[in-house]
């Protein structure tokens, strides 16, 4: 019977350690994801500044030969 109660008490510290192993593990890969979103979100915040700033390039180019072209229908 002692025998047995040992290895009770054994495999209840085995499931202790593995579950702790598990919540370093789960905590870990937790974090990793917080910090590959807050990555992935960065980027896509630099790319819609990228987007915005060509856009208005775009825009201000197209103006500008607009204006052009009004000021050589004048002459």
């Known amino acids: 019977m002692n025998n047995m ?13 593995g579950m702790k192993k598990a919540e ?11 910090d590959d979103a807050k990555g992935v979100i960065m980027s896509m915040e630099m790319k ?8 208005e390039r775009k825009k201000f180019s197209k103006e500008l030969k607009h ?5 050589l229908k004048q002459k």
């Open 5 to 17: 109660k040992k290895q009770m008490e054994n495999l209840k510290d085995d499931l202790q350690k």
């Open 24 to 34: 370093f593990v789960l905590k870990d890969t937790a974090h990793d994801i917080k």
């Open 67 to 71: 204006q052009m072209e009004q000021e």
């Open 48 to 55: 819609k500044d990228d987007m915005v700033e060509e856009y």
